[in-house]
């Protein structure tokens, strides 16, 4: 197993595996939030690729709709996890560098991605080749302008916004975005963005969140939806291929 693999099963089994992770309900009530956005977008005739595993949350409400489903993970625990709850999915254990899919999807889904990779342009190089002429890349990514980023700055918390915090290395975070740098990465590698939202009103860390009932983080996902997209928690980008 080279370091790149020990180091994603480390993520797996300190983060994902982990019931004791006192902040994923917050974490996993974001991403439900995020699936009803998602649903709209997928067809029955769609042919969709999912990079990384992660909760499984993606893959158990968008797989229903959609023709075909694979998604590609590279923690090995976590691809027999799927292959054990769905073995009626695709799960391809590699390298999102390495992967190339047996025929082109139709909607790519790189959600919570970039932020992890090493060379974000060069993979997203590598993935034009898995999409269809008239296919969709569809990317989530962290904010470095979110509200509670800011206010982390003001109060002396964080030197800058882009600064990554405890929990950004627990999870395996290299870099957060804001809208610019991540369309700029986007149209380096050959992709024109078509539509972008936000999601999450987040004004406090995760940490200082854990007495938030489930019913106020879903509320604050909910007029997240009602902000500017460059306050939010979350930045999303719906992209095709460039000419």
């Given amino acids: 197993?080279?370091?790149r693999a020990q180091e994603l099963e480390r993520i797996a089994q300190r983060y994902h595996l982990n019931d004791q992770v006192p902040d994923k309900f917050i974490e996993d009530i974001c991403q439900q939030h995020c699936c009803d956005w998602l649903q709209t977008l997928i067809a029955p005739t769609d042919r969709v690729i999912e990079l990384g595993?992660?909760?499984g949350i993606t893959l158990t409400r968008l797989a229903p709709g959609a023709g075909r489903y694979t998604v590609v993970e590279g923690a090995q625990s976590l691809v027999a996890l799927m292959r054990d709850k769905h073995p009626e999915i695709e799960a391809a254990h590699a390298m999102f560098e390495d992967y190339r899919p047996q025929e082109p999807c139709t909607k790519l889904l790189a959600l919570h991605v970039l932020e992890h990779v090493d060379d974000p342009v060069m993979l997203l190089r590598h993935l034009r080749s898995w999409l269809?002429?008239?296919g969709e890349l569809v990317v989530v990514v962290p904010n470095r302008d979110s509200l509670h980023r800011q206010l982390a700055v003001l109060m002396g918390l964080q030197p800058a916004l882009d600064t990554l915090s405890a929990r950004d290395h627990v999870v395996g975070h290299q870099r957060v975005?804001?809208?610019p740098s991540l369309e700029s990465d986007l149209r380096a590698a050959g992709f024109e963005p078509i539509d972008r939202r936000?999601?999450?009103l987040k004004?406090?860390?995760?940490?200082?969140m854990l007495?938030?009932?489930?019913?106020?983080v879903q509320a604050l996902n909910v007029l997240g939806d009602r902000l500017p997209v460059t306050m939010t928690a979350n930045l999303a980008v719906r992209?095709?291929?460039s000419n």
């Fill in 211 to 216: 007495d938030h009932s489930p019913a106020l």
């Fill in 239 to 241: 992209a095709r291929l």
């Fill in 53 to 55: 595993y992660g909760e």
């Fill in 177 to 179: 975005y804001d809208l």
């Fill in 203 to 208: 004004t406090l860390p995760n940490g200082m």
């Fill in 1 to 3: 197993m080279n370091a």
């Fill in 132 to 134: 269809t002429p008239d």
């Fill in 198 to 200: 936000g999601f999450f």
